[in-house]
């Protein structure tokens, strides 16, 4: 098929960072197969090198209807999933910086939810690093009597909440309706994959701040960095821009364009999207990932200092994981970020990066002073498309000189 591409705006040539721009058009040719094979419709990407962004581009459909007339451009934006959960850790470790909180402070000194057996051992370290011991995400273990998550009795619990008639109620506890799932084991003895830490996360910046978690993240990490389509909440303007991945979403998407309510009876208004609820574009993505690659500060504007990204980015854990059939073998991950050094990646083995769901991709390699981020929506979310996301990575690293 005829390859639906569209180039980006660059700052450099790919020759000026030592790059092989030949490897380009076959990033390209990888991603158009993915979309004929009916694995993703469309892709954006952008990748920078010492600083400088040499390669931005799309392929392929703005729509999953695939219509021809409505090709997707760089620019566009999507959601991003867990790549949320890097913004909830920058602002978790300004707050470290700030003298306001510790890494190994008990979460129950915060908030009283956790301030009581067994969740009295956790501590924000154990959040940020997925190994608080809580029940991982819905899905990491199949056929485990705990499959659905904190999610099910979290709504559950708010449920009953709206149907309780009495006239004098208090704000929904969605920790306590969550807490009271328990825990799969003690803190720090494996890695299992717990949005809900984050969410929790999100509620310490407040309690810690006085400003809601989304406000903190957009005030104090995307408007100092310039990110103008990084946000929590998606305007009538940006949802123009906004790629569609399924009927639920063309409506949402369409509810916003024309300014109408988004009415949804369940209590996630009430829970921070810490965990995975951000929108973005590929070059904002890709300029906070130079912002963590130049130790906190790019364009002049100042997020964290140098050791607070030493300490966010350096390896942290390396525990058994035994979500998605890993089978016990040893994790390793950062502070917020992943460490992946498998032999299925050509990355170098300092390299931090993050996947979001559905799919995108940010990864940073220091020693190559390269950041790649991507948006790569599957055509179904419920299969991991590995290419899409794994093949792409040694495709990218394979133009360094």
């Not at 929904?172 to 799932?181: E, V, Y």
């Not at 970020?337 to 995108?360: I, K, L």
């Not at 055509?379 to 996301?389: G, I, R």
């Amino acid at each position: 098929m005829k390859q639906l591409y569209t180039k980006g705006k660059t700052e450099v040539k790919p020759a000026d960072v030592n790059y092989d721009e030949s490897r380009l058009e076959t990033l390209n040719n990888h991603f158009q197969k993915l979309i004929d094979d009916n694995e993703i419709y469309c892709a954006t990407y952008c990748i920078s090198r010492k600083g400088n962004v040499f390669a931005h581009g799309s392929i392929g459909y703005k729509s999953y209807k695939k219509d021809p007339k409505l090709l997707v451009s760089p620019t566009d934006i999507h959601y991003i999933a867990s790549v949320t959960k890097v913004f909830t850790g920058v602002a978790i470790m300004k707050l470290v910086e700030d003298g306001i909180t510790r890494l190994d402070i008990p979460v129950g000194e915060i908030l009283p939810q956790f301030n009581s057996s067994p969740f009295n051992g956790i501590n924000l370290f154990h959040l940020l690093t997925h190994t608080s011991g809580m029940h991982a995400d819905g899905g990491c273990f199949p056929n485990a009597h705990n499959n659905e998550g904190y999610w099910h009795f979290i709504e559950t619990a708010y449920h009953a909440y709206k149907n309780d008639k009495s006239k004098k109620k208090e704000a929904f506890d969605w920790i306590s309706a969550a807490l009271a799932h328990g825990v799969r084991m003690g803190a720090g003895q494996e890695w299992a994959y717990n949005s809900f830490g984050f969410c929790v996360l999100g509620e310490v910046i407040e309690k810690l701040t006085g400003i809601h978690s989304h406000k903190f993240i957009e005030d104090y990490i995307c408007k100092p960095l310039k990110l103008k389509d990084t946000t929590f909440d998606l305007t009538p303007k940006a949802a123009e821009r906004y790629i569609i991945h399924n009927e639920r979403n063309e409506k949402f998407v369409k509810d916003v364009l024309d300014g109408k309510p988004i009415k949804d009876d369940k209590p996630w208004d009430v829970i921070p999207s810490t965990g995975g609820g951000m929108k973005s574009t590929v070059s904002d993505m890709n300029q906070f990932g130079n912002m963590v690659l130049y130790n906190g500060t790019f364009n002049n504007a100042r997020i964290l200092g140098r050791k607070a990204v030493q300490q966010m980015t350096d390896l942290a854990v390396k525990l058994p994981d035994y979500c998605w059939e890993a089978g016990g073998n040893i994790r390793q991950y950062a502070i917020g970020f992943d460490h992946r050094n498998y032999e299925a990646f050509s990355f170098s083995p300092t390299t931090v990066m993050h996947e979001g769901y559905g799919a995108c991709a940010l990864y940073i390699d220091p020693e190559e002073e390269l950041v790649a981020s991507w948006i790569v929506p599957f055509t179904d979310c419920d299969n991991w498309c590995q290419k899409a996301m794994y093949s792409t990575v040694n495709v990218i690293w394979s133009g360094l000189k």
